[in-house]
């Protein structure tokens, strides 16, 4: 086990929603990273946050958006949900940034119909 | 930007037998590269990674090669056990934050 923990485990919506899912790092990880993993394709990068503030963004729009809390936890918020976000959300942190390596939580499945 | 592809996408072996995927990245100034494995409804769970001062590293029945010159690093398994099938992607490191690139993933099946 990793120690990175998320919620819900899945989730169902519709288009036009917005959804809120949460990501519990491991203890005295500064970093997170969140990515989107379609249906039989690899993680796409959405952004890193460390120490509460925004530190990359992949090639997602601005109704993707995150928060880090001092607590190790974090959300990453999508407005205006549309079909395509159906997707595995993953959450991943690591003690810092540079080289550090990256542990994953279990993700959330999100379905919008 | 950077782009990483994998081959094969499917790969079928008997136990027993060695297990090889590989990778090419883009970007020459990535710098690390590691290798998750998915299991099927879980998250990717990291099982070796190499950085770019290191050509090999081994641990117990995995290996990772890479070759900078050639923008290619691949995972070796061998004695391959049922418990390896699974899905297994290689990713590479971009820009200053270390995100992390990923290929489309190798399906590996592990015949008894």
């Known amino acids: 086990e990793t120690g990175v923990t998320q919620s819900p485990t899945h989730l169902i919506k519709t288009r036009g929603q917005q959804v809120t899912l949460r990501c519990s790092s491991q203890s005295g990880h500064n970093t997170v990273s969140w990515y989107q993993q379609a249906l039989g394709q690899g993680p796409q990068f959405i952004f890193q946050y460390y120490r509460e503030e925004e530190n990359g963004r992949g090639n997602f729009p601005p109704r993707f958006s995150g928060l880090q809390f001092p607590n190790y936890s974090s959300e990453l918020n999508v407005n205006a949900l549309e079909l395509d976000d159906s997707a595995l959300y993953l959450c991943?942190?690591?003690?810092?940034?540079?080289?550090?390596?990256?542990?994953f939580g279990p993700g959330t499945r999100l379905t919008v119909l | 930007g950077e782009n990483v592809e994998q081959h094969p996408s499917t790969l079928s072996v008997q136990e027993g037998d060695s297990a090889v995927i590989k990778c090419t990245y883009s970007?020459?100034?990535?710098?690390?590269f590691p290798w998750y494995k998915q299991e099927l409804g879980k998250g990717p769970q990291l099982i070796i990674d190499i950085r770019s001062n290191v050509g090999e590293k081994k641990d117990q029945r995995i290996a990772v090669t890479l070759n900078k010159t050639a923008k290619h690093f691949s995972l070796h398994i061998t004695e391959t056990q049922p418990e390896d099938s699974a899905v297994y992607f290689c990713?590479?490191?971009?820009?200053?934050?270390?995100?992390?690139?990923w290929g489309a993933g190798t399906k590996l099946i592990i015949k008894p």
């Open positions: 970007d020459s100034a990535s710098n690390y």
């Open positions: 990713a590479a490191s971009m820009g200053s934050n270390y995100q992390l690139i």
């Open positions: 991943a942190s690591s003690p810092g940034t540079g080289k550090d390596t990256q542990y």
